[in-house]
């Protein structure tokens, strides 16, 4: 039995070919798919065996390109390239013009003391030196004068008696320091109120006249009152021996009539090396 193939039956064709995919963007969406033809009845030669597939039909229209998908995250760092050959070293430029100095800063603390370093060593001895100028002469030594024995007997009196003492003085000025002890004898107290000595330096052992080499003050003195024993002349005088060659000056005392009350027995052994107290000393002072 042969079955007749109906050329109606053929009026739809095949499933088109899905079209081509578009060119891949960054990943974007798939376009949609094409229509799918209309599957036709089947022939009579389907009816035997799946009937032979009819002809291929036309390919159908490109479907519309999907939206760009989105950009995608950006790729890692490539790794970094060698460094390149240095360059050659341009020219020294000219030196630029001195600027003006800043003012000076404040000065800072004075740093702390550093410690002592040590001794150097000792430097040679140098040469001895050349003798000096002989300088001017000095002050001479206390001039001791000369102490007549024992002394003498002071009694009441308007004039000086020589005491049988004296000093020697060279050309210059000199300040006589002059200590007597006064005493009526016999260590008994004073028998009058009051007895006032003046004493001096003549310059002759024949005058009994106060020199007139001495200047002020001129007259060493002192007083011995009743009911004592003993008392003490002390006072200075001043010499000017002007001539060119040592002189002596003898020591004088008396003139007790002016400044004494009652004064009518005697001083003893007065102006000498009796006593210990006595003594005359100069010190040249120009």
Do not use: H
């Not at 603390?109 to 000096?132: D, L």
């Not at 000093?167 to 200590?179: K, N």
């Not at 009994?208 to 009911?227: E, F, H, K, R, V």
Request: include cysteine; glycine fraction near 20%.
């Amino acid at each position: 039995m042969s079955i007749q193939k109906n050329s109606n039956d053929d009026t739809s064709g095949p499933t088109g070919a899905t079209g081509p995919q578009g060119a891949t963007g960054p990943i974007g969406e798939t376009g949609p798919q094409g229509i799918t033809g209309v599957t036709g009845p089947a022939g009579w030669l389907t009816l035997i065996a799946n009937s032979i597939t009819g002809p291929t039909g036309p390919i159908g229209a490109t479907g519309l390109s999907g939206p760009s998908g989105v950009q995608g995250p950006q790729g890692a760092t490539g790794p970094i390239g060698n460094n390149g050959a240095t360059g050659a070293t341009g020219p020294v430029g000219e030196t630029g013009a001195t600027g003006i100095p800043g003012p000076s800063g404040a000065q800072g603390p004075q740093g702390s003391t550093g410690p002592i370093g040590n001794n150097g060593a000792a430097g040679p001895t140098g040469p001895i030196g050349g003798t000096g100028a002989t300088g001017p002469q000095g002050i001479s030594s206390a001039i001791n004068g000369v102490l007549g024995s024992p002394g003498i007997i002071i009694r009441n009196s308007n004039s000086f008696v020589q005491t049988g003492s004296s000093i020697t003085l060279s050309p210059g000025l000199y300040a006589v320091s002059i200590t007597m002890l006064m005493t009526q004898g016999n260590n008994l107290p004073f028998s009058g109120t009051c007895v006032w000595l003046r004493t001096s330096f003549s310059d002759s052992i024949n005058s009994n006249i106060p020199s007139y080499d001495i200047i002020q003050p001129s007259l060493a003195s002192g007083s011995l009152t009743s009911g004592c024993i003993f008392a003490t002349l002390n006072g200075i005088v001043l010499i000017y021996n002007g001539s060119s060659a040592p002189k002596t000056y003898y020591y004088i005392a008396g003139n007790t009539s002016l400044g004494s009350v009652g004064f009518t027995s005697q001083l003893d052994k007065f102006g000498g090396d009796y006593w210990s107290e006595n003594r005359i000393i100069a010190f040249k002072i120009g």
